[in-house]
């Protein structure tokens, strides 16, 4: 439901990769190439990343404007805020 914060089996971190790994891939790059400029190397944390799902859009539709709002603006991290070091 939410992005990964951290690697399901060996606990890294990818929280802070998520926004710029779901901004490239929907605009149309192959995750492969996403995930090794990302510096995802491991097996374990590039299917962590790659097949995650978040749904909290389509959850926050259900709710009221006043809680969409809320729960959007928890959720949900702006790409520019996330500040991944190059
Ligand atoms: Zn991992």
């Known amino acids: ?10 606990g890294a971190p990818l929280g802070h ?8 891939v929907e605009s149309g790059e192959d995750p492969e190439k996403v995930l090794d400029e990302l510096g995802v190397k491991r097996y374990c944390c590039r299917r ?7 749904y909290i ?13 809320i729960r959007l603006r928890m959720y949900t991290v702006p790409v520019r805020s996330v500040g991944v070091e190059k």
Not at 1 to 10: E, N, S
Not at 17 to 24: D, G, M, V
């Open 17 to 24: 990769l998520w926004p710029e790994f779901k901004r490239r």
């Open 1 to 10: 439901m939410l992005p990964p914060v951290r690697c399901f089996t060996c």
């Open 57 to 69: 859009e389509r959850v926050a539709s259900f709710d009221s404007p006043k809680t969409r709002e």
């Open 48 to 54: 962590t990343l790659y097949t995650a799902i978040t």
